[in-house]
Each structure stands twice: as structure tokens, then as C-alpha cells.
């Protein structure tokens, strides 16, 4: 079966560190990868788009590598900060017969500490 | 302004019966989704559809209805057959057929069976 793998264990780091999040899937084909925030209570917010034949993808202080061999994509925040305290969503859209699927995995949770 | 509206903010329901949940969006997108969220959890797909009259089963379709009866709305259903009904609701839209294709979430219904 398909299954979206991330982290369900929190990430607490310290501000002015990196945090690097994990996306791990399995029995996918994805056509790209996304990446979402999500705050308490609202809806996710998209982040970041990385296409499958695309190593990486930069937005300020945002990173995410797609590596489609080991079926993983990375995500990085550089010089956090309390404000980056959130769940982040990784979604995956596979092309099917009925046009695009949107799956999302079970999401981390960052807190940003001072 | 464009968005994606969900309606009601919160909603009970009495055990036994079915209750609908609104998703309407002005931004011209063809596809739309329901999601499920359980505290602590990631977005499981409930149905998706990628155009009117038209529209595909998710990963926990069991218990809940849609319509497409028009390319702004997408409604969800919960019917008495979903056991375990009290959740987060998420909406979501994509414009198909582009490259750049983040989804815009609305923000949320919270049901809960009383």
C-alpha cells in the first residue's frame, strides 16, 4: 500500500539552528512533492513545489531536496526562529486516471526554542 | 478577494443524523478535496473531484457523501453511517492542468457529535 512517512516525534531546536525535517514514501510515483505549515486550528498554508526531476528548490530561508531513488524529500529552515513553531505536512500528487491525487503525510511538529 | 470558504466554523451533531458541511471557493480551480484531520494527526482524503459531476473515492470515503454540481462548490456529507464523525474538516482546491499546482485550504469545519 501507498503510505507517507514523516517524523511523529516533535523537533525541538534551538533558535539561529537548522531544522531539517524528513518525508519518507513508499509505492508512490509521485509527479512532485509538496510541502505545507500548518498552524493550530487553520487550514495548511503551501510552502514549497519540487518536481520530480528536480534535486532542489530554495525560497529564503526554506530548502527541500527530492530524491526520487531513495524515495525521500528533506526540509530545511536555516537561522530558525520562534515564529517557524509549527506542524509541517509534506503532500505528495500522483497522476492517476482521475487527475491528481493530493496525499499528505502525518506531519511534524517544530518548535523553535529561544 | 479569491479564496476558498468553508462554512460552518463549528458544528454539532446529534448521533444518528447526517449533516453537510460547506466548501464553496471563487478562484476558477477545477479540483477540490475533502479532508479528515484527528487531533495529532496528519489529512487523510475523504473525495476529491477534478471536475464537475464527477468525483473519486479517497482513503476513508466510508460514512460520507459529495456532490459537483457546480465548479465553485463541493459539499460533504456526513452521513450516520460514519461512526466516528467528530474531526477536523479541511477543503481544499488546485487549478489542473498547470505546472504550479499548491493547494488553497479553507479553515476547516470542527464537527462534533454530542
Known amino acids: 500500500s501507498q503510505k507517507i512517512e514523516q517524523n511523529s516525534e516533535a523537533l525541538n531546536i534551538q533558535e539561529g539552528k537548522t531544522a531539517t525535517l524528513t518525508c519518507n514514501y513508499t509505492?508512490?510515483?509521485?509527479?512532485?512533492l509538496q510541502w505545507y505549515r500548518q498552524d493550530p486550528g487553520r487550514g495548511p498554508v503551501f510552502l514549497l513545489l519540487?518536481?520530480?526531476?528536480?534535486k532542489e528548490k530554495r525560497k529564503e530561508r526554506l530548502k527541500v531536496t527530492f530524491d526520487t531513488t531513495l524515495k525521500q524529500s528533506l526540509f530545511h529552515i536555516t537561522a530558525s526562529q520562534p515564529a517557524d513553531s509549527a506542524t509541517y505536512l509534506c503532500?505528495?500528487?500522483?497522476?492517476?486516471?482521475?487527475?491528481?491525487?493530493?496525499?499528505f503525510g502525518t506531519g511534524t511538529q517544530l518548535k523553535v526554542e529561544l | 478577494d479569491g479564496g476558498i470558504t468553508q462554512s460552518p466554523k463549528y458544528l454539532f451533531r446529534k448521533e444518528g443524523q447526517n449533516v453537510t458541511l460547506s466548501c464553496e471557493q471563487n478562484?476558477?480551480?477545477?479540483?477540490m478535496y475533502w479532508y479528515r484531520q484527528d487531533p495529532g494527526q496528519g489529512l487523510r482524503l475523504i473525495y476529491y473531484?477534478?471536475?464537475?459531476?464527477?468525483?473519486q473515492k479517497g482513503d476513508i470515503a466510508e460514512g460520507y457523501s459529495v456532490s459537483r454540481e457546480k465548479k465553485e462548490s463541493f459539499p460533504l456529507t456526513v452521513t450516520s453511517a460514519q461512526k466516528n464523525p467528530t474531526a477536523f474538516y479541511l477543503c481544499?482546491?488546485?487549478?489542473?492542468?498547470?505546472?504550479?499546482?499548491?493547494?488553497?485550504f479553507g479553515q476547516g469545519t470542527r464537527l462534533t457529535v454530542v
Open positions: 478562484l476558477n480551480h477545477d479540483a
Open positions: 509505492n508512490y510515483s509521485p509527479a512532485y
Open positions: 473531484s477534478q471536475i464537475v459531476n464527477d468525483f
Open positions: 481544499a482546491s488546485i487549478r489542473q492542468g498547470f505546472l504550479n499546482t499548491e493547494a488553497f
Open positions: 503532500a505528495l500528487v500522483g497522476l492517476t486516471g482521475g487527475g491528481n491525487k493530493l496525499t
Open positions: 519540487i518536481r520530480e526531476n528536480e
